[in-house]
């Protein structure tokens, strides 16, 4: 009888030590919640399946950006910033979905029904896909329809600049759509690779592509790893200026933060509802404070304004103003 336990334990212990990871944390969210990317250079995702080691330690650094989840309206009810593309997203006990996006000053993008992201949990080899017409605003208008599929094609252990991660997921995302705009049909393909674990909501490493093929040809990539480094351009800002110091009246928008002289950036205000309503740039004079004139009336209520370098993208800053 004791030989037949033993044999059962020692059958039972090659089994557990190959189990596949289930994760139920992956982009769960929460409102306040912050965190840091390091952006670095180009890596191939590396392979889909089983037991995987992607080891990208190698990778050389580049700038750190600050991503914060503040509070979305419906049908959204979080929104994050990360690459100057701020993403609005509805999260559930069952999944985390995308209802929209804007890309700058350049467009705003809205979704008839959620896209989801990640599933609520995902374990190896789960899918899920998703169906859209799309309403395009902002500089760009037009419409679009598409498809997305999510698909956890791989579990193992990442490696990063940061550390050694064990029981990993890798969720492949891809989503292509068609938009009709006044450049004509635009045919666009996402593809993003993101790793999680059990531990953080936040995917520890991404790879984001965008192609887009037509009279207005795309090609954005972009490289990044979870990171407990703070960003470089938040040094040149001072720890006053960036809780909360911002004015906004009808008048204009007032920031007070000790941004570098000379340096180029980018100033953008966000409404209650997610949309973009004010953008600029412009070039830091060095003072205490930088004002904003706004051209339209803004009713009161609740804005968040940020600050960001022109040339790299990278958020410096995120507050919150409330117009009276």
């Given at each position: 009888m004791k030989k037949l336990v033993y044999a059962l334990l020692t059958l039972a212990l090659p089994m557990s030590a190959m189990a596949q990871p289930v994760i139920d944390s992956a982009e769960y969210y929460h409102v306040g919640e912050m965190f840091n990317y390091r952006h670095c250079s180009g890596v191939t995702p590396g392979p889909a399946g089983a037991n995987q080691t992607w080891n990208f330690a190698s990778v050389t650094d580049s700038l750190v950006e600050t991503d914060t989840i503040l509070a979305a309206t419906n049908p959204a009810n979080a929104m994050m910033t990360f690459n100057?593309?701020?993403?609005?997203?509805?999260?559930?006990?069952?999944?985390?979905?995308?209802?929209?996006?804007?890309?700058?000053?350049?467009?705003?993008?809205?979704?008839?029904?959620?896209?989801?992201?990640?599933?609520?949990?995902?374990?190896?080899?789960?899918?899920?896909?998703?169906?859209?017409?799309?309403?395009?605003?902002?500089?760009?208008?037009?419409?679009?329809?598409?498809?997305s599929i999510m698909k956890v094609d791989g579990y193992g252990t990442l490696i990063t600049p940061q550390g050694t991660f064990p029981n990993v997921l890798r969720v492949k995302f891809t989503q292509t759509e068609i938009d009709t705009?006044?450049?004509?049909?635009?045919?666009?393909?996402?593809?993003?690779?993101?790793?999680?674990?059990?531990?953080?909501?936040?995917?520890?490493?991404?790879?984001?592509?965008?192609?887009?093929?037509?009279?207005?040809?795309?090609?954005?990539?972009?490289?990044?790893?979870?990171?407990?480094?703070?960003?470089?351009?938040?040094?040149?800002?001072?720890?006053?200026?960036?809780?909360?110091?911002?004015?906004?009246?009808?008048?204009?928008?007032?920031?007070?933060?000790?941004?570098?002289?000379?340096?180029?950036?980018?100033?953008?205000?966000?409404?209650?509802?997610?949309?973009?309503?004010?953008?600029?740039?412009?070039?830091?004079?060095?003072?205490?404070?930088?004002?904003?004139?706004?051209?339209?009336?803004?009713?009161?209520?609740?804005?968040?304004?940020?600050?960001s370098e022109l040339n790299t993208r990278k958020q410096v800053l995120t507050i919150k103003v409330l117009k009276q």
């Open positions: 100057s593309i701020t993403t609005y997203m509805a999260i559930s006990d069952t999944e985390t979905a995308v209802t929209g996006i804007d890309v700058g000053a350049t467009a705003s993008v809205s979704y008839n029904s959620n896209i989801t992201s990640v599933l609520h949990p995902i374990s190896y080899l789960d899918t899920a896909s998703s169906s859209f017409n799309e309403t395009l605003s902002a500089a760009v208008t037009g419409t679009g329809a598409g498809t705009t006044g450049f004509g049909n635009e045919t666009i393909s996402f593809v993003s690779y993101r790793w999680y674990d059990s531990t953080h909501h936040y995917p520890l490493m991404r790879i984001d592509s965008t192609l887009g093929t037509g009279l207005a040809p795309i090609l954005i990539a972009s490289w990044a790893y979870y990171t407990t480094d703070t960003p470089t351009a938040v040094k040149n800002i001072s720890t006053k200026a960036n809780i909360t110091n911002a004015h906004l009246d009808n008048n204009g928008l007032t920031i007070k933060a000790n941004l570098t002289q000379g340096h180029q950036y980018t100033v953008g205000l966000v409404d209650g509802n997610g949309h973009l309503v004010f953008v600029n740039t412009f070039v830091a004079s060095g003072r205490e404070s930088e004002h904003f004139n706004i051209p339209v009336a803004l009713p009161a209520g609740t804005y968040f304004g940020s600050v």
